[in-house]
């Protein structure tokens, strides 16, 4: 299992805070978790569409598409950031 | 030495930077930097904003950069507070504070710590103007003050 944190608009637009998915066989990356929140069709698509610039973080370090994603790792997903 | 603190309460910038140069005769300046809620953006009126952020990451994110900052530039000390919560115009919203020796290394170190915290920590504001609620928009700009000092290393 992952357990995928959502942030600010995207919590929103997406209606979850928190989740646990269990890793499927095959997706190891982030961009193959984004791949199967996309599959969920309707606000998750939209959501995470390209367009968005969703940023995504793996165990609290920023992370890119193509970073790993190990079972018991935190994700999380959120659109770039406005602090300071 | 450094901190990082995220907190709902307001700061008092005299007493911090009091405490950051308590005892330390070697510290021959110290820069500090202040944000402050504006009363319109984007062409509209701001009644109050929400900043929330991702616990943790916060942190973590605030203290890489700090690390960054000390590893670039001779820093003694450096504190990071970052409000979260509802804000108003007029409100302190963020304060960075960095001890050198000099003011030249003071003055870059609080800089680029205020740069690469405006585009790499969790932070997300979202504001209460006539025409609803909504999400503030990442600025190009602030993308561009980061990569300025990328070109420099």
Same mark, same amino acid.
């Given at each position: 299992?992952?357990?995928?944190?959502?942030?600010?608009?995207?919590?929103? &637009?997406? =209606?979850? &805070? %928190?989740?646990?998915?269990?890793?499927?066989?095959?997706?190891?990356? #982030?961009?193959?978790?984004? +791949?199967?929140?996309?599959?969920?069709?309707?606000?998750? %698509?939209?959501? *995470?569409?390209?367009?968005?610039?969703?940023?995504?973080? /793996?165990?609290?370090?920023?992370? @890119?598409?193509?970073?790993? !994603? $190990?079972?018991?790792?935190?994700?999380?997903?959120?659109?770039?950031?406005?602090?300071? | 030495?450094?901190?990082?603190?995220?907190?709902?309460?307001?700061?008092?910038?005299? $007493?911090?930077?009091? @405490? *950051? $140069?308590?005892?330390?005769?070697?510290?021959?300046? /110290?820069?500090?930097? !202040?944000?402050? #809620?504006?009363?319109?953006?984007?062409?509209?009126? #701001?009644?109050?904003?929400?900043?929330?952020?991702?616990?943790?990451?916060?942190?973590?994110?605030?203290?890489?950069?700090?690390?960054?900052?000390?590893?670039?530039?001779? #820093?003694? +000390? %450096?504190?990071?507070?970052?409000?979260? =919560?509802? *804000?108003?115009?007029?409100?302190?919203?963020?304060?960075?504070?960095?001890?050198?020796?000099?003011?030249?290394?003071?003055?870059?170190?609080?800089?680029?710590?205020?740069?690469?915290?405006?585009?790499?920590?969790?932070?997300?504001?979202?504001?209460?103007?006539?025409?609803? %609620?909504?999400? !503030?928009?990442? $600025?190009?700009? +602030? +993308?561009?003050?980061?990569?300025?000092? @990328?070109?420099?290393?």
């Amino acid at each position: 299992m992952i357990k995928v944190l959502y942030f600010a608009g995207l919590r929103e &637009a997406t =209606g979850c &805070a %928190a989740e646990s998915l269990p890793l499927p066989d095959g997706v190891a990356d #982030v961009q193959g978790v984004i +791949d199967l929140l996309r599959a969920r069709g309707g606000a998750w %698509a939209e959501a *995470l569409a390209e367009a968005k610039r969703v940023r995504a973080a /793996v165990n609290q370090d920023l992370a @890119q598409g193509q970073s790993a !994603v $190990r079972d018991g790792d935190e994700l999380a997903f959120f659109p770039p950031v406005t602090g300071g | 030495m450094m901190s990082v603190r995220v907190q709902h309460e307001d700061f008092d910038v005299g $007493r911090e930077i009091a @405490q *950051l $140069r308590q005892g330390n005769p070697q510290i021959g300046a /110290v820069a500090s930097f !202040v944000g402050v #809620v504006r009363d319109l953006n984007e062409g509209s009126a #701001v009644a109050t904003m929400t900043l929330e952020h991702y616990p943790g990451m916060t942190e973590k994110a605030v203290g890489k950069i700090i690390d960054e900052a000390k590893g670039r530039w001779q #820093v003694y +000390d %450096a504190l990071v507070i970052h409000r979260i =919560g509802t *804000l108003a115009p007029l409100d302190q919203i963020v304060l960075v504070v960095v001890s050198s020796a000099h003011r030249g290394d003071a003055f870059a170190a609080c800089e680029f710590i205020m740069d690469y915290l405006k585009t790499q920590a969790p932070f997300w504001k979202k504001e209460e103007t006539p025409g609803g %609620a909504r999400w !503030v928009e990442a $600025r190009a700009s +602030d +993308d561009e003050a980061a990569q300025r000092w @990328q070109q420099k290393s």
